[in-house]
């Protein structure tokens, strides 16, 4: 059965840092691309990052640019999301989702939230 | 970015009468492939969003037949034949072409 749990979410400062894991389970996790979705309680979802399945390639709304950093360790089939200079604009439940080669998201974790107090 | 806006913002349904909510993309979605890089997910309250229908009009594995995807270039359309009362929760359409982009939601509830 494909998992995706995330955890290390939390409460934390504007400016403060977190770091995000999504640990994989059930599937190859390194012949897949797997991205980081986040939603505020209550609205939409917005596209976070995305890393390719050997880690070579990584991609950022430009909301997050430059302050977010993804990463993989396929050795221990999890994913990274390293948050810097957080903001309060960043709090939201973050959710690792797998991608297939069409781009749609065929499983999703059950999200971790992390709130930024001002 | 690709824009995705979805209408109607929330629809109040019966069960066992149909329903029908769209999705329209600011450009083309129409791959050269002849593939629509558009994709439908379910949110049900408080859980995480699954897939129902990828790539514009094929259902998910496990998804029932009583949802469809329809459409192509830029209007797209997901239909519910007979809702029942497990459909309730929030349709988001999403856009694969480009950067990943989501529609607002439309939001399912029943009457």
């Known amino acids: 059965e494909v998992q995706l749990v995330e955890s290390g979410g939390g409460l934390v400062q504007s400016g403060g840092s977190l770091r995000l894991s999504c640990a994989a389970s059930?599937?190859?996790?390194?012949?897949?691309?797997i991205h980081w979705v986040r939603q505020v309680p209550g609205r939409g979802l917005l596209w976070v990052s995305r890393?390719?399945?050997?880690?070579?390639?990584?991609d950022y709304a430009d909301s997050v640019k430059g302050r977010f950093t993804i990463s993989r360790d396929n050795a221990k089939s999890t994913l990274y999301l390293q948050m810097n200079s957080l903001r309060a604009e960043d709090t939201a439940v973050y959710y690792c989702?797998?991608?297939?080669?069409?781009?749609?998201?065929?499983?999703w974790g059950h999200g971790t939230l992390v709130t930024v107090s001002s | 970015d690709i824009v995705m806006t979805q209408s109607p913002l929330s629809l109040p349904v019966t069960p066992g009468e149909p329903a029908s909510m769209s999705c329209r993309s600011s450009?083309?979605?129409?791959?050269?492939?002849?593939?629509?890089?558009v994709h439908w997910y379910l949110q049900r309250p408080g859980k995480s969003p699954q897939l129902l229908i990828y790539?514009?009009?094929d259902r998910a594995s496990g998804v029932p037949d009583r949802f469809s995807g329809s459409g192509s270039g830029t209007d797209f359309t997901l239909k519910i034949s007979r809702v029942e009362a497990e459909d309730v929760g929030v349709y988001y359409c999403?856009?694969?072409?480009?950067?990943?982009?989501f529609g607002g939601g439309t939001k399912v509830e029943i009457k």
């Open positions: 989702a797998r991608a297939t080669s069409w781009g749609h998201y065929d499983y």
């Open positions: 059930g599937f190859t996790f390194s012949t897949y691309w």
């Open positions: 890393i390719s399945f050997d880690g070579s390639r990584a």
């Open positions: 450009q083309s979605l129409l791959h050269s492939n002849g593939y629509n890089y």
């Open positions: 790539l514009g009009s």
């Open positions: 999403m856009q694969a072409l480009q950067t990943l982009t």
